[in-house]
């Protein structure tokens, strides 16, 4: 059986399909499992031992272009198509795969793609459990949602010549913080980050570690301008590999809602997450205590207005409440 699993755009979005395709695996562990996604999201599946080929979508230019690319995708007759994505341009993929079985969120406008269209819960609820609902037609039940993303020897070689090039030693406490996003309803002001990471090495003697990549050097040199003490020294963009090999290796990450913390989720390191527009619950593991949240809901989230707001979601969080919080954590994991 040939299975072709969709999900585009973002590394969380991806990363949120890992325990799906380890239970389909684990279901049917004679099927292969194809999974399309975009660049450079294909790196968190790149040493997923449970798929046997990553496709990588590219936006076609033109027409022709467009035509061959349904061709060669029929041409390669699945068996099932899974779309976890659910936009218009992946249902018009898993309809025009030809598979007999296409399985989808039944949005409106969209379930004429699939022969079972899913019903998508209106529970808050984590997104790799809201994504897992698509197994079900399989007759498939999903409990455990821990992602899977996978450190090669050669990324862990990286980390670790990484942290004696900046003086890192076992006993160091280290904490990661990435105050960075591309969505400003997901960007806690950068000097309340400097405050707390500034008390971070004055009460624990930490090592603030930033985590940043490509156009995200502005927001750490945002916090790095506000702060009293000193960080470690910046470093060339790693790979997300790489990032997470560096994240297993630190005890503690915080951050704003974004792909490292994630990668720290997947990697088993204790994270502390400031959230503003989504609800923390779509991006949490639940009945976890190794991953804290805090959020503010000014009355408005299951409303959200934004861009006319002002942001009192994100600035409702408070640096007293991240410090209170990073004090259990530490005295918790440490």
Partial sequence: MKFLLIQLRRIGDVLMTTPSVRLLHESFPEAKLTFMTEAPADQVLRNNPYLDEILLYQKSESFS???????NLRVQQFDCVIDFFGNPRSALMSRFSGAPIR?????????????????????????????????????ISATDFGLDFFADEKDKNYAARLFDQLGITDSDFVVSLSPVSRRPYKVWPAE?????ADWLVQKYNAKILFLFGPGEVYFIDAVRKAMKNQA?????????????AILNRVNLHLGN?????????????????????????????????KH????????CKNKCTYPKCKLE??????????????????????
């Fill in 65 to 71: 272009d467009t035509i061959s690319f349904f061709r």
């Fill in 103 to 139: 399985i989808g969120f039944g949005f409106r406008g969209r379930s004429w793609a699939y022969t079972h269209p899913v019903n998508i819960s209106t529970e808050v609820t984590y997104a790799a459990q809201d994504k897992a609902q698509l197994l079900s037609p399989l007759g």
């Fill in 192 to 196: 309340r980050f400097a405050w707390i």
């Fill in 232 to 244: 470690l020294p910046d470093y060339d963009f790693p790979t997300l590999t790489e990032t997470l």
């Fill in 257 to 289: 809602d974004n792909g490292p913390r994630h990668f720290a989720v997947a990697g088993g390191t204790p994270t502390l997450t400031i959230f503003g527009r989504p609800w923390a619950a779509n991006w949490t593991p639940p009945q976890t205590t």
């Fill in 292 to 299: 804290r949240t805090l959020e503010f809901d000014p009355g």
């Fill in 313 to 334: 979601c994100l600035l409702g969080v408070t640096v007293e409440a991240v410090q209170t919080e990073l004090e259990k954590m530490i005295n918790t994991f440490s």
